[in-house]
């Protein structure tokens, strides 16, 4: 075996021997979880992201890009016969797991950092609820451009750095009267007008969310280094957010077919938000509260939502302070997160982060890495703190997750496995490891029919690995 200690310095033989090591290591995790696997012809691609929501009424008037979909949260609730009680989701994201069990008459509660998350639950939460028949009507005089564009703008679009001249001129002022417009509304219109105007923000921009990062269109004369790129067409405001408010009303409409909300007859569950991150607040709820959970965590892939969301926490008036906070408080999968005091937090996460800290695979991974960084290939250094990060903090959430749900009751998670410097990180075995010193029993792993690739720069550079995404289904022991 490899000694773990001493990582600095390492040879390309004693590489070799880790690299060794984290296949032997891996192959052994495959071998205890074999049977676990479970290839599920019902899982597609499209099904476990946002894809199989573009067209479904409610779900589709914003584009969550890292959301699964409301027919998986139908699909393993049906499976799994969950039909009654409580459901948690600690990474709440836009309300998909809340909104499709609360349909099911579930009551769900939620757990959300994101202000931009925050706003489309609330938003979705007033037009279930409170909306009425006048409300909808003031919405369909803003399918006539004249209801806004009498307005004169009196305040600045906010921007943050990164979204600086993030609009054609044009745009920026339409945008601003639009703002200006609705302020004479009624709080509950105002909230969905600003809704419908997140929804098509970066339609109308020069920018395209693109995992890390905001990628900007050339058009935009920021500078790009030797890249030029050019996004699909950039839409002109007043078509795009009339169509945006023509989808709502359609599917707020009770005449219609696309109309589900009104006509079920079963009593919606109630749905609750929690806002902040699931690392504070979860250690907050009361023990052996829930039937299920049903999430995906942030996969540790590097993204930085804070980022690629910039338009929508600009427009909501996110500081720039409150930016570098948020993300901070994240889950750690991006390379700007620092190390969380995780026992400041919550002393009794000791035993989580013995588990995470002792678990061989993992340590040879943590070396590997770090080996990397000291020969300087990787591309950022701090690629290892992060992965790190990422593993002890899913050990504290799982940990809570267990202490949280009733005996017996079911944890169903979304997650992506991912390669950095050539090495492929199983994520789904590591953490069924976690669970299984946490509380948890392992029913299934989850698998969907095909991998998905890995990176273009890490094929680029060590070749196409395919990566499983798979849905993980825990029992509370």
């Known amino acids: 075996m490899v000694n773990l200690s001493n990582i600095s310095e390492k040879s390309p033989e004693t590489e070799n021997d880790i690299l060794g090591e984290i296949n032997i290591l891996d192959r052994r995790l495959k071998q205890k979880y074999q049977r676990k696997f479970l290839i599920q012809p019902d899982l597609t691609r499209s099904l476990v992201s946002f894809q199989a929501n573009k067209h479904k009424s409610f779900y589709r008037w914003y584009k969550f890009k890292e959301a699964f979909s409301a027919s998986l949260v139908e699909f393993l609730c049906h499976k799994y016969q969950i039909n009654h009680g409580k459901v948690l989701d600690p990474f709440a994201g836009s309300g998909t797991t809340l909104f499709a069990t609360s349909k099911i008459g579930i009551d769900a509660d939620g757990v959300e950092l994101l202000p931009i998350g925050q706003q489309i639950i609330n938003t979705k939460n007033i037009l279930e609820g409170e909306f009425n028949s006048e409300d909808l009507n003031r919405l369909r005089a803003y399918l006539h451009v004249e209801t806004w564009q009498q307005f004169e703008a009196k305040t600045s679009l906010p921007e943050l750095k990164i979204t600086k001249s993030a609009y054609p001129p044009n745009t920026k002022t339409a945008i601003e009267r639009f703002i200006e417009s609705y302020q004479y509304e009624n709080i509950k219109v ?61 599917d707020l409409e009770p005449l219609t077919q696309q109309m589900e909300i009104f006509t079920s007859f079963i009593k919606p569950g109630k749905i609750h938000l929690y806002h902040g991150s699931c690392l504070s607040i979860m250690p907050n709820l009361a023990e052996s509260t829930y039937d299920a959970i049903i999430t995906s965590p942030p996969y ?60 061989e695979l993992l340590k040879a991974i943590l070396i590997y890495l770090e080996t990397q960084k000291t020969q ?23 940990q809570e997750s267990a202490r949280l749900l009733k005996p017996g009751a079911i944890l169903f998670m979304v997650n992506d496995n991912v390669r950095y410097a050539g090495v492929s990180i199983s994520v789904d075995m590591i953490l069924c490891d976690f669970a299984t010193q946490l509380g948890f029993t392992i029913e299934n792993i989850l698998l969907l029919p095909s991998d998905k690739g890995n990176s273009s720069q890490q094929m680029g550079n060590h070749g196409r690995e395919p990566l499983r995404k798979c849905v993980y289904v825990w029992k509370k022991e």
């Open 190 to 250: 105002q909230n969905v007008l600003k809704f419908a105007l997140l929804c098509i923000l970066e339609s109308v921009s020069y920018t395209r969310k693109d995992g890390q990062y905001l990628r900007w269109d050339s058009r935009s004369g920021r500078g790009q280094g030797n890249k030029t790129f050019h996004k699909s067409e950039i839409l002109d405001f007043e078509s795009a957010i009339t169509n945006k408010i023509r989808e709502i009303v359609q």
């Open 376 to 398: 300087g290939n990787l591309n950022n250094n701090s690629i290892p703190r992060m992965v790190k990060g990422y593993f002890d903090e899913m050990a504290c959430v799982i």
């Open 300 to 359: 540790c892939n590097r993204y930085d939502y804070t980022r690629t969301y910039a338009l929508e926490l600009a427009l909501l008036g996110v500081t720039e302070s409150e930016i570098i906070q948020l993300r901070q408080e994240m889950l750690s999968c991006t390379v700007e997160n620092k190390p969380k005091n995780l026992l400041a937090i919550n002393p009794l996460w000791n035993q989580a982060l013995k588990v995470a800290e002792s678990h």
